[in-house]
C-alpha cells in the first residue's frame, strides 16, 4: 500500500525541494537578478517563437504516431489535443499529458492501447537516440549530427521490416522516416531554444556547447517523475558539466529563464483552448 503513495510523494517532495532551492538561489544572487532583469525582449520573443514551433513539432509526432497505428487525425485536431495535453502534463499529476492522448484516442478512435504505447516506444527511441547525439556532439563535431541522424533512421529502415512488425505490436512502420524527421525537428528547436537562453547569459557560448547541453537536458526526460523535469533537467546538466563546460551559475539562471519563459507559453495554450473551446471539441 506504501509502495503505492510512494511515487507521488517522492515526485512532490523533488518538487517542492527543487523550487526552494530556485528561490533561495535567486534571492543570494544579485548577479541572477540583473542578469534576468536585463534579457533583451528581443531574445524573450525568439524564445516563446521557437517554444510554439516545438508544439508544432509535437503536432506532427503526435500525427506521424499514430500513423504507425494506421490512423490519421487532421492537422487542428492534433493541435488541440497536443496545446491539452502540454498544460496537462506540466500541471497534472505525474506527466499525466500522454495518459490524456491515450485515453482520448482510446475513446474517441478506439485505438489499440498497445499499438499506441509500441508507437510512442518508436519516438522515444528517435528522441533518446538524437539526444545522445548531440550529447556527444563534442566528439562527433556538431556537423555531423544531421549525418548520424540520418544513419540512425536508415539502420531502422533497413530491419527486416516484417520482423519489426511483429516485434511492436504489428505497427505499420513504412511512415517511420515522418516520425524521425518531427522528432528531429523538435529536438533542434530545443537546442535552438537553449541556445539562445545560453548566448543571453554566456555571450561566447559555442554552438557545440548549446548542442551538447541539450542532449542532457533531454535525456533528463527519461528518468523524470516531475512537471518539466523540475531538478531532474538541472542535476543532469550539472553532471554533465564537464562536456559542456558550463558553469552551475549560467545552468541555474538559464533554467530559470527557461522555466518562465515555458510558464508563459502554457499560460498562451491555456487561453488558446480556451478561445476554441478545446475541452467541448475533445470531450
Known amino acids: 500500500m506504501l509502495r503505492k503513495y510512494l511515487r507521488p510523494i517522492a515526485a512532490v517532495a523533488i518538487l517542492i525541494i527543487t523550487v526552494a532551492g530556485f528561490i533561495y538561489y535567486f534571492a543570494t544572487h544579485q548577479n541572477v537578478r540583473t542578469?534576468?532583469?536585463?534579457?533583451?525582449?528581443?531574445?524573450l520573443i525568439i524564445i516563446f517563437v521557437l517554444y510554439l514551433g516545438t508544439m508544432i513539432a509535437l503536432a506532427l509526432i503526435l500525427m506521424a504516431t499514430l500513423r504507425l497505428c494506421k490512423l490519421r487525425i487532421k492537422p487542428?485536431?492534433?493541435?488541440?489535443?497536443?496545446?491539452?495535453?502540454?498544460?496537462?502534463?506540466?500541471?497534472g499529476p505525474l506527466q499525466s499529458g500522454p495518459a490524456f492522448r491515450a485515453v482520448y484516442l482510446k475513446k474517441k478512435y478506439d485505438l489499440n492501447l498497445k499499438k499506441y504505447a509500441a508507437a510512442t516506444l518508436v519516438y522515444y527511441f528517435f528522441f533518446g537516440a538524437f539526444s545522445v547525439l548531440f550529447l556527444l556532439s563534442g566528439v562527433l563535431k556538431w556537423w555531423l549530427l544531421p549525418l548520424g541522424a540520418l544513419a540512425i533512421a536508415?539502420?531502422?529502415?533497413?530491419?527486416?521490416?516484417?520482423q519489426v512488425k511483429n516485434r511492436l505490436a504489428g505497427l505499420d512502420l513504412r511512415g517511420w522516416y515522418?516520425?524521425?524527421?518531427a522528432t528531429f525537428l523538435q529536438v533542434s528547436l530545443v537546442?535552438?531554444?537553449?541556445?539562445?537562453?545560453?548566448?543571453?547569459?554566456?555571450?561566447?557560448v559555442s554552438f557545440s556547447q548549446a548542442l551538447i547541453y541539450t542532449g542532457a537536458a533531454n535525456l533528463a526526460m527519461f528518468v523524470s517523475i516531475t512537471p518539466g523535469a523540475i531538478g531532474f533537467r538541472e542535476s543532469f546538466l550539472v553532471f554533465s558539466r564537464d562536456l559542456h563546460?558550463?558553469?552551475?551559475?549560467?545552468i541555474v539562471t538559464v533554467n530559470i529563464l527557461d522555466r518562465a519563459m515555458y510558464i508563459v507559453l502554457l499560460a498562451v495554450l491555456g487561453l488558446f483552448i480556451f478561445a476554441t473551446h478545446a475541452r467541448n471539441q475533445l470531450k
Not at 542578469?35 to 531574445?43: F, G, I, K, M, V
Not at 515522418?178 to 524527421?181: F, I
Open 35 to 43: 542578469q534576468l532583469a536585463n534579457t533583451p525582449l528581443s531574445t
Open 76 to 91: 487542428a485536431e492534433s493541435t488541440l489535443v497536443t496545446a491539452y495535453s502540454a498544460v496537462i502534463n506540466f500541471f
Open 154 to 162: 536508415f539502420t531502422l529502415g533497413l530491419r527486416q521490416v516484417d
Open 178 to 181: 515522418l516520425l524521425a524527421l
Open 191 to 204: 537546442a535552438a531554444i537553449y541556445y539562445t537562453e545560453l548566448h543571453s547569459v554566456m555571450p561566447h
Open 245 to 250: 563546460h558550463i558553469s552551475n551559475n549560467v
